[in-house]
């Protein structure tokens, strides 16, 4: 995986004028443009088209420096119009192209970025495969903004507006596992945004074939493999942790990458102010 991401960044620096064909990429080295997104940005902090754009508006603005006129240099960079390239070259840089033309600065560059795998081990984690059929996830959904640290108060709010007698009716529905109530997070954005809208559903896992009431939602789940993680602590600290060592030790280290499909937070334990947990973090996974 380490060396699939240095290839994307390699291929990314060769024509920074064009957008990078992700997919085209993963295909030709046996990975997937799906799980090659999600790792690049949670390794790198940022998703592949934001390190595109400040690595084209750190060449162009030493462009600005010399004498071209402003829509070549917008073009070189692979904007259609100086419009859209001043408002990219605002939101990296801070300050608009006129200033740097005059005055050379303030800029801030990104460098080219390179991965490399740091062996530690020091730390085991408590991880399992599972072979699941095909199953169903039910209950109420609502559409949240991505939050990457702390909790994210539109998921709060939203499962605080459920009646607590609609916790019990949902334990009573679950069958199988993820067991009890779960936290799902479904069609997230590929490169992982943050900002960006996901699917909240808070609910549980029933078979494929029962019938859901008319007043919950519901997502089907094709049969498939699962990452199990297993994580206690400090909520939502150490969700959040295991979360980003996925990316940096567990799949680097394993035969195994992300296929589409929601994360689900079981929550197997928990202080009655919810400060600490014990949880289950399922992600849905395939052999490399």
Same mark, same amino acid.
């Given at each position: 995986?380490?060396?699939?991401?240095?290839?994307?960044?390699?291929?990314?620096?060769?024509?920074?004028?064009?957008?990078?064909?992700?997919?085209?990429?993963?295909?030709?080295?046996?990975?997937?443009?799906?799980?090659?997104?999600?790792?690049?940005?949670?390794?790198?902090?940022?998703?592949?088209?934001?390190?595109?754009?400040?690595?084209?508006?750190?060449?162009?603005?030493?462009?600005?420096?010399?004498?071209?006129?402003?829509?070549?240099?917008?073009?070189?960079?692979?904007?259609?119009?100086?419009?859209?390239? +001043?408002?990219?070259?605002?939101?990296?840089?801070?300050?608009?192209?006129?200033?740097?033309?005059?005055?050379?600065?303030?800029?801030?560059?990104?460098?080219?970025?390179?991965?490399?795998?740091?062996?530690?081990?020091?730390?085991?984690?408590?991880?399992?495969?599972?072979?699941?059929?095909?199953?169903?996830?039910?209950?109420?959904?609502?559409?949240?903004?991505?939050?990457?640290?702390?909790?994210?108060?539109?998921?709060?709010?939203?499962?605080?507006?459920?009646?607590?007698?609609?916790?019990?009716?949902?334990?009573?529905? +679950?069958?199988?596992?993820?067991?009890?109530?779960?936290?799902?997070?479904?069609?997230?954005?590929?490169?992982?945004?943050?900002?960006?809208?996901?699917?909240?559903?808070?609910?549980?896992?029933?078979?494929? +074939?029962?019938?859901?009431?008319?007043?919950?939602?519901?997502?089907?789940?094709?049969?498939?493999?699962?990452?199990?993680?297993?994580?206690?602590?400090?909520?939502?600290?150490?969700?959040?942790?295991?979360?980003?060592?996925?990316?940096?030790?567990?799949?680097?280290?394993?035969?195994?990458?992300?296929?589409?499909?929601?994360?689900?937070?079981?929550?197997?334990?928990?202080?009655?102010?919810?400060?600490?947990?014990?949880?289950?973090?399922?992600?849905?996974?395939?052999?490399?």
């Amino acid at each position: 995986m380490i060396d699939h991401l240095n290839r994307l960044v390699d291929a990314i620096e060769s024509d920074l004028g064009t957008d990078p064909d992700v997919d085209g990429l993963a295909r030709r080295h046996g990975t997937t443009g799906y799980h090659l997104r999600r790792m690049f940005s949670s390794l790198a902090g940022m998703p592949v088209s934001e390190y595109v754009r400040r690595r084209r508006m750190t060449l162009a603005a030493s462009d600005l420096i010399g004498d071209d006129d402003l829509l070549t240099i917008a073009v070189r960079h692979g904007y259609g119009s100086t419009e859209a390239f +001043g408002r990219a070259f605002r939101a990296v840089h801070g300050v608009s192209h006129g200033e740097v033309r005059r005055h050379g600065g303030p800029l801030r560059s990104q460098p080219q970025l390179r991965f490399r795998l740091t062996v530690e081990g020091s730390t085991p984690m408590d991880a399992r495969i599972t072979e699941r059929p095909a199953f169903r996830l039910v209950g109420h959904a609502a559409r949240v903004p991505l939050i990457h640290e702390g909790v994210n108060p539109h998921i709060v709010e939203h499962v605080e507006a459920i009646p607590s007698a609609e916790h019990a009716r949902l334990k009573a529905l +679950g069958t199988g596992e993820p067991a009890g109530l779960l936290q799902v997070s479904a069609d997230v954005d590929p490169d992982y945004t943050e900002g960006t809208e996901l699917t909240y559903l808070h609910g549980v896992a029933i078979d494929a +074939g029962t019938e859901v009431p008319d007043d919950l939602d519901a997502l089907d789940m094709p049969a498939g493999a699962w990452a199990v993680f297993r994580t206690s602590g400090e909520h939502p600290a150490a969700l959040q942790a295991a979360w980003a060592a996925t990316a940096t030790e567990w799949f680097p280290s394993n035969p195994w990458r992300l296929r589409p499909g929601p994360s689900i937070v079981a929550v197997l334990e928990r202080a009655d102010d919810f400060s600490t947990a014990t949880c289950e973090l399922w992600l849905p996974v395939e052999r490399e």
